[in-house]
């Protein structure tokens, strides 16, 4: 069967580092993508892995371990506006790529 | 303007009645998505299209019907709209490539009574 899990609250404080873990199962996997979520707001992408290992985009990182089904995003020096919903995303393939979202982290980052 | 504009961006209606949410964009991409958000349930896929004679169903299409009428518009029908309906919709869009990001108009929030 197909699972994707990430857990659903992390609370933090402005300037800490945060880490939000997603564990999958699933056929056909070429790539897991991050989604940024502000509350009334449309989805935007933050990052994408295909291969094992390490992205970095400012103060936000990616990691993927294909053989350990899991990834995590990293939040560095957090911010208030860092306050949003995190959504891991597996590229899936079955006779047509497409995306499978988890449920979501919701991050709240405090003073 | 937005690249990817969805109309309308709110909308209340009856149960039995067909609805038709639009999306339009002007990133030239091919391939554009249909997905709802509830509560707790993140983003479900419930049609995609790679291009305008390509059409896909997702995980969640029953019940839903799509239109691709050019390159840049991709609709969402609804043909007889039932309470368990009531979510947001968001339109997307991508590039060729697997790390293309999808990127996603401003929503639709259908509530339906």
């Known amino acids: 069967g197909q699972s994707l899990e990430q857990p659903s609250e992390v609370t933090a404080v402005e300037g800490a580092i945060v880490q939000i873990n997603c564990t999958y199962q699933t056929s056909g996997f070429y790539g897991l993508s991050w989604y940024q979520q502000h509350d009334g707001g449309a989805p935007t992408f933050l990052s994408y892995?295909?291969?094992?290992g390490l992205e970095e985009t400012g103060r936000f990182s990616s990691f993927l371990s294909r053989s350990d089904s899991y990834g995590y995003l990293l939040l560095q020096e957090l911010q208030m506006k860092d306050s949003a919903s995190y959504f891991c995303?597996?590229?899936?393939?079955?006779?047509?790529?497409?995306?499978?979202f988890g449920s979501g982290t919701r991050l709240q980052v405090q003073p | 303007d937005a690249d990817v504009t969805q109309t309308p961006r709110n909308r209340i209606t009856k149960t039995g009645k067909r609805i038709m949410l639009e999306c339009s964009q002007t990133k030239g991409h091919d391939r554009m998505y249909w997905y709802r958000q509830d509560p707790g349930l993140g983003l479900r896929l419930i049609y995609y299209?790679?291009?305008?004679?390509?059409?896909n169903k997702g995980e969640i299409s029953d019940g839903y019907s799509v239109s691709r009428q050019a390159q840049a518009k991709f609709s969402l029908s609804l043909e007889s709209a039932i309470p368990n309906q009531t979510a947001l919709y968001f339109c997307?869009?991508?590039?060729?490539?697997?790390?293309?990001?999808?990127?996603f108009g401003d929503g639709t929030r259908l509530s339906i009574l």
């Open positions: 892995n295909a291969l094992d």
């Open positions: 997307a869009t991508s590039g060729y490539s697997n790390n293309q990001p999808q990127h």
């Open positions: 995303a597996v590229g899936r393939y079955t006779g047509r790529r497409a995306l499978t």
């Open positions: 299209s790679f291009d305008v004679k390509d059409i």
